[in-house]
């Protein structure tokens, strides 16, 4: 199989797991923040475990998400 015919699928699986890593992710901000109220105390924490790797995924699969549309853009 050529790469064009399989970059699609590649494309599919990546956005699921994207999807699944950034929705696994813990909000901050609550809704006060939304509208101007101070919300800096509960913004800023220390990332440390599984939350951290789930972070260093959802960059990662962000980028190879963004690389394989260009790939497909331009082998397309």
Known sequence: MELSGLLPYV?????????????????GASLGGAFGADNFSTGFHTRRG?????????????????????AHLFIG
Do not use: M
């Open 11 to 27: 494309q599919i699986a990546l956005s699921v797991l994207l999807i699944v890593a950034i929705l696994l992710q813990r909000t």
């Open 50 to 70: 599984f939350e951290k790797v789930l972070f260093n995924s959802t960059i990662v699969l962000g980028i190879l998400f963004a690389l394989s549309a260009l």
